[in-house]
């Protein structure tokens, strides 16, 4: 079995300060891990996956994820955030085909 | 190159009536994932479709079943509707449905039970 727990479900953040959105996963197998992100009224965009390379994982619109097997994270970063980073945020796991489990999701929003 | 797409873009039914939900993959994927997202909530796997066959199957009971035509293109059908249908219905495509492959969402359609 796999699950996946976004920890905050809504984050605030200043535009220019650190972005940091935790997900901790359980997986009996070794996982593959993504973050993708939804704007209102839009399906989900792939922002970065981890597929047991790499365990920093750099991904698009400048985020990065670390892979920490110790503590079974899969926290999402960015250095400085934008206004246009507002958005709503889901951690997967998947291991067997490409089922995936989701996270509920965490609201990021940038204030001005 | 166009994306994943589905129709229609919003439906509204109302309990025990039937609906379907259609989904064309992205070019070159042939493998078509179908996911319910509730409102404030990630999305639930419903089932997999792979060479017109259904693959994977989520914890959703028999009202909810599918199809997968030989252009690879996808139903989604739900029959007996409940309150509780009311959702965004995801569709996900991807090459070989592997769990490497990348997912490309569609839209969604979003549906309200009434």
């Known amino acids: 079995a796999q699950s996946v727990t976004q920890l905050g479900s809504h984050v605030s953040v200043s535009e220019g300060a650190l972005v940091l959105l935790r997900c901790n996963y359980s997986?009996?197998?070794?996982?593959?891990l993504f973050w993708y992100v939804q704007y209102p009224n839009q399906g989900l965009q792939l922002l970065l996956k981890?597929?047991?390379?790499?365990?920093l994982v750099k991904g698009i619109n400048g985020f990065e994820a670390e892979f920490k097997k110790s503590e079974t994270s899969f926290h999402l970063t960015k250095p400085s955030a934008h206004m246009s980073d507002a958005a709503e945020y889901f951690c997967?796991?998947?291991?067997?085909?490409?089922?995936?489990?989701f996270g509920d999701g965490t609201t990021l929003t940038v204030k001005p | 190159d166009a994306g994943v797409t589905q129709s229609p873009t919003h439906l509204i039914k109302t309990r025990g009536q039937q609906v379907t939900l259609r989904c064309s993959p992205k070019?070159?994927?042939?493998?078509v994932s179908w996911y319910q997202q509730a409102l404030g909530q990630g999305p639930q796997f419903i089932f997999q479709?792979?060479?017109?066959?259904?693959?994977q199957r989520g914890n959703f009971p028999d009202r909810f079943s599918g199809h997968q035509f030989p252009n690879y293109s996808s139903e989604l059908n739900v029959n007996a509707l409940w309150l509780g249908d009311s959702a965004l219905y995801l569709c996900?495509?991807?090459?070989?449905?592997?769990?490497?492959?990348?997912?490309?969402f569609g839209p969604g359609t979003r549906l309200l039970v009434l």
């Open positions: 997967a796991v998947s291991r067997q085909g490409s089922k995936s489990t």
């Open positions: 997986s009996s197998v070794p996982p593959y």
């Open positions: 479709y792979y060479e017109e066959e259904e693959r």
């Open positions: 996900a495509s991807s090459s070989s449905g592997t769990a490497l492959e990348t997912q490309y």
């Open positions: 981890y597929t047991s390379a790499a365990t």
């Open positions: 070019s070159g994927h042939d493998t």
